[in-house]
């Protein structure tokens, strides 16, 4: 077994059959010295704000900052390529001694005047918290000057983590809301937030909506355009997809315009149809229904027959997942199960009380259960587990590659979409590619070792439409 050091012991849980369980501790400080995984609160709203591609993105700090999270996001655009840009105001001894204000003030001028930007925002560093600098001050001078809004993002690493810098991220963007008109929105209509289009998903999703008869307004933040996000209220209905990143403003657009929210995920069969249907359902549109039911039978007819002879060999591989929300968690679970895989490991760097709980009853008998965990935690149960897959971000990669473990990046660095029913099969088949690549074979740890691979019985796949609505899945599958 593990031996872990006493401040983490309630921040992991083993699940137990027929067992309730300890309670999982969270929304706890990391524990200083164990080089958490959560990042800090800057980059949190670096990596929330840097899909807006047409507005301008200047980090008020040293260079280091803007070089930490340059490009963190794929987050592709369809038109403008402004977000690529990593500017920095560069900071140096000088501007650390006697401020930076007419150094952010010069550089602000400067890139709107060469680049003419719908809006800039301005991402506040540590050092620019200790020494004081009035960002609120320089923003509102150059707004005035330039007529275009210029909006602070109160990110100093050190007020938090990624959580911290999400809610900062969100106040940010809610500045531009309401500041356009909402003529043109009809009543079918929502807004997809918590997608950052980091391989083509949003365009995915939105491909999905327009077959169904749904307008979208505004993608938050994937392949985002300001002109969206400032007439984002016309909508009828938020689908948060990250909901660790944007419920917050999808909180902010309820409080303040009656748009209600929805919790979804686009990542799974049964997910993404669960998603589709819940959006068919609110609008209450018996033609939506209709087109809804007919999409999700010819994209699931279309994908679930490869995705079985992918489950014929996966069957009974070991999984691990460490992700930010606890939403991309739950969808993963039921993904792998999807392919035969059993889930060992799961943790996120975000989750609540009520999202362990629910991990916990989706998980198999055995799995452990992780918030904010480390490089060495993380580590030593994979060797434990003895997995065969390791899910995670960027910074997960090395540790999994160091063990001689299959990976995915599920994170910033993908160049495939696994969104929707095609992003399912993309999965499927990235998985496949990684787990049973005979480069593992000559990991020390694993030449001697086998394990039982007989593949298990292809259970039924079901989600389920609105009520009195036909079950077009289980009619694809027929």
């Known amino acids: 077994m593990i031996r872990l050091i006493p401040e983490r012991e309630a921040q992991i849980v083993r699940k137990q059959s ?15 010295g164990s080089v ?33 999270n340059w490009d963190i996001r794929g987050a592709l655009s369809s038109g403008p390529q402004l977000h690529r840009n990593s500017f ?8 650390v001694i006697y401020g930076g204000e007419k150094k952010l003030l010069q550089a602000l001028r400067e890139l709107i005047d060469r680049y003419q930007p719908k809006a800039a925002f301005v991402y506040s560093t540590c050092i620019v918290g200790v020494i004081g600098d009035d960002v609120n001050a320089v923003c509102r001078q150059v707004a005035k000057e330039k007529g275009i809004a210029v909006i602070p993002v109160a990110s100093e690493g050190f007020r938090g983590t990624k959580k911290t810098g999400y809610m900062a991220a969100c106040e940010a963007a809610y500045q531009l809301v309401g500041t356009r008109s909402t003529e043109g929105i009809g009543p ?70 009656g748009i209600p929210m929805r919790r979804v995920s686009f990542f ?6 669960a998603a589709l249907y819940e959006a068919a359902k609110f609008f209450g549109d018996a033609e939506i229904l209709q087109r809804t039911q007919a999409l999700v039978s010819r994209e699931v007819g279309r994908v679930y027959p490869e995705l079985a002879r992918y ?28 392919l035969g895989m059993q889930t060992v490991l799961a943790g996120t760097q975000t989750g609540n009380a009520e999202d362990y709980e629910l991990l916990r009853e989706i998980c198999d008998d055995g ?37 001689g473990v299959g990976f995915c990046d599920h994170n910033h660095e993908r160049k495939i979409p696994l969104a929707g029913f095609e992003g399912m099969l993309h999965f499927a088949r990235e998985i ?41 899945i289980e009619e694809a599958l027929a």
């Not at 959560?38 to 040293?62: E, K, N």
């Not at 992780?370 to 003895?386: I, T």
Request: proline content about 6%.
């Open 367 to 403: 799995t452990v259960i992780v918030d904010d965990s480390n490089p060495v935690e993380l580590a030593k149960f994979m060797l434990e587990l003895d997995v065969d897959l390791f899910i995670g971000g960027v910074k997960e990669r090395p540790i999994a590659y160091k063990l």
């Open 18 to 32: 027929g067992q309730p369980g300890p309670k999982l501790a969270c929304d706890r400080k990391s524990v200083s």
């Open 188 to 257: 079918h209509s929502l807004n997809i937030l918590g997608d950052f289009n980091i391989a083509g998903e949003s365009w995915i999703i939105r491909r999905y909506f327009e077959e169904m008869g749904v307008q979208v307004v505004a993608t938050i933040t994937g392949d985002g355009r300001v002109d969206d996000l400032r007439r984002c209220h016309g909508a009828k209905l938020n689908l948060v997809q990250c909901s660790g990143s944007m419920t917050h403003l999808a909180k902010l657009l309820e409080r303040d315009h």
């Open 432 to 472: 496949h590619g990684t787990v049973m690549s005979p480069v593992w074979q000559f990991v020390p740890r694993r030449a001697k070792t086998t394990r039982p691979t007989a593949p298990a019985p292809l259970g039924n796949f079901q989600s389920e439409p609105p009520t009195g609505a036909p079950a077009p």
């Open 268 to 273: 799974g069969l049964e997910d993404t149809a």
């Open 311 to 338: 489950r014929e060999k996966l069957a009974g591989k070991k999984a691990a997942l460490y992700v930010g929300g606890a939403f991309k968690a739950f969808s993963l679970v039921k993904a792998l199960k999807l």
């Open 88 to 95: 920095s105001t560069d900071l140096q001894e000088m501007e």
């Open 36 to 68: 958490s995984q959560r990042a800090c609160a800057f980059c949190g709203s670096r990596v929330v704000l840097y899909p807006i591609a047409d507005a301008l993105h200047i980090v008020h700090g040293p260079i280091g900052c803007a070089v930490y």
